[in-house]
Nanobody
């Protein structure tokens, strides 16, 4: 099983980034996919969730209206489009996969660093 994130980097405040997470080794379309982030000195935060069929999404209040989660089940990939980025969005971003009805993700990616700074 692998979840491989990409797309992180350094961006100025107000800028945009698109994160990707490529999955392999499990039945991707059967799993709920999430993006989490972890900033130094802070607790890990659930940022966005998309159901396995892709029709339902949820977001943390801190990113609502700025971030969009989507998935392509044909490509086994989940995305996080991040717009209007703020310095407080700086963190390592992780994708995770879990079965519906289960609280804890079964699989995690290695993370990708997002730094928002001028």
């Amino acid at each position: 099983v692998q979840l491989v994130e990409s797309g992180g980097g350094l961006v100025q405040p107000g800028g945009s980034l698109r994160l990707s997470c490529a999955a392999s080794g499990f039945a991707f379309s059967n799993y709920v996919m999430s993006w989490y982030r972890h900033a130094p000195g802070k607790e890990r935060e659930l940022v966005a969730v998309i159901m396995n069929a892709g029709g339902s999404t949820n977001y943390a209040d801190s990113v609502k209206g700025r971030f969009t989660i989507s998935r392509d089940n044909a490509r086994n990939t989940v995305y996080l489009q991040m717009n209007s980025l703020k310095p407080e969005d700086t963190a390592v971003y992780y994708c995770a996969a879990k079965r519906r009805g289960v609280v804890t993700p079964a699989y995690w990616g290695q993370g990708t660093q997002v730094t928002v700074s001028s």
